[in-house]
C-alpha cells in the first residue's frame, strides 16, 4: 500500500498475556519510529530504527517491551505479561531518511489501541 | 526534554485566527507540526530548520525563534477542517529522536 499499515487495529489482552504489533512502513524508508499514546496525550517517543539497527531504544518503558526489524523493512513491537498502564495507542512511523538535522516528514499509521483487561 | 505547549486548548468561531506556542529547554535542529483528528494519524503540517529554512504546505505559517529555542505556528482565517489537536515536535541538537508535545486542542466552531 501507498501508507503506513499497522495491525492488528484493535488489541484486547488479559493482564499478563504477550502482544505483539506489527508496522509495515513504505516501501524504502530508512527510518522508523514507534510511539505510545495515552488518551488525551502526546505520542511519546518508544525507540527508533535506521534500517535493521535499533539506534535508540531510551523511551521502552521496562524490558517487557521489545521492538525488531530483522530485514530493515516489517517491524514488531512486543510486549511481555502485559499490564493495564500499557493500555494506549502505539503509533508507528516512518520517513524517508535519516535523523537528526536531516529528519523529514514522519510517515504515520493509524496505530494499534491496546487494551489491557 | 519533551517541550512545552502552550494553551492547551483554543476555540474559536470560523474566520478568526490563532497562535500556539511551543518552546524548549534544549538547543534544537528542527522543529515538527503535526496536526492529529480524534481517531486519526497525526499529519504533517511543516518543518523549520535550524539556520531558518522553513519547509510545509497548507495555508498556515509558523516561525523558530532559535536564541529562544521557540516556535509559533500561525492559523489565519481559521477553517472548520483546521480543528484537531497540534504536535510540535522537536529534535534536539545532538540526538536522532522527535519528541512531541503534550498537544493543543484547537476547536472551530461555525
Known amino acids: 500500500g501507498a501508507g503506513v499499515s499497522q495491525s492488528p487495529r484493535y488489541k484486547v489482552a488479559k493482564r499478563g498475556q504477550d502482544v505483539a504489533l506489527r508496522c509495515d512502513p513504505i516501501?524504502?524508508?530508512?527510518?522508523l519510529f514507534w510511539y505510545q499514546q495515552a488518551l488525551g496525550q502526546g505520542p511519546e517517543f518508544l525507540t527508533y530504527f535506521q534500517n535493521e539497527a535499533q539506534l535508540d531504544k531510551s523511551g521502552l518503558p521496562s524490558d517487557r517491551f521489545f521492538a525488531e526489524r530483522p530485514e530493515g523493512s516489517v517491524s514488531t513491537l512486543k510486549i511481555q505479561r502485559t499490564q493495564q498502564e500499557d493500555s494506549a495507542v502505539y503509533l508507528c512511523?516512518?520517513?524517508?531518511?535519516?535523523?537528526?538535522?536531516?529528519?523529514?516528514?514522519?510517515?504515520f499509521g493509524e496505530g494499534s489501541r491496546l487494551t489491557v483487561l | 526534554q519533551q517541550p512545552v505547549q502552550s494553551p492547551q486548548a483554543v476555540i474559536l468561531r470560523e474566520g478568526e485566527d490563532a497562535v500556539i506556542n511551543c518552546s524548549s529547554s534544549k538547543a534544537l535542529y528542527s522543529v515538527h507540526w503535526y496536526r492529529q483528528k480524534h481517531g486519526e494519524a497525526p499529519v504533517f503540517l511543516m518543518i523549520?530548520?535550524?539556520?531558518?529554512e522553513q519547509k510545509g504546505h497548507e495555508k498556515i505559517s509558523a516561525s523558530f525563534n532559535e536564541k529562544k529555542q521557540q516556535s509559533s505556528l500561525y492559523l489565519t482565517a481559521s477553517q472548520l477542517s483546521y480543528s484537531g489537536t497540534y504536535f510540535c515536535g522537536v529534535i534536539i541538537q545532538g540526538a536522532q529522536k522527535l519528541v512531541f508535545g503534550q498537544g493543543t486542542r484547537l476547536t472551530i466552531n461555525p
Open positions: 516501501s524504502g524508508h530508512v527510518s
Open positions: 512511523a516512518s520517513s524517508q531518511g535519516t535523523t537528526g538535522f536531516d529528519t523529514g516528514e514522519l510517515f
Open positions: 523549520l530548520l535550524k539556520g531558518g
